[in-house]
């Protein structure tokens, strides 16, 4: 597992809505290609987790539907 630092912001440009960013830091000189793509992935998990329980896919999809 790695660790994964986590910050959100309000965005006021974005009328204040959150946005989250992950941040990973990989300093080992000894770091493999698969490492790597096993951070990688272990990322990606994280960010769906994140987006379910923020519902974003439902908000994503109610947003796109306003703009038609």
Known sequence: ???????????????????????VVL???LTTRQIFIDVLEE???I??????KMNFLDHFSSLMSQKS
């Open 47 to 52: 960010a769906q987790a994140e987006l379910r």
């Open 43 to 45: 990322q990606r998990e």
């Open 1 to 23: 597992k790695t660790f994964v630092s986590r910050t959100t912001f309000e965005i006021a440009a974005h009328k204040n809505q959150p946005l989250t960013v992950f941040r």
């Open 27 to 29: 300093a080992n000189p």
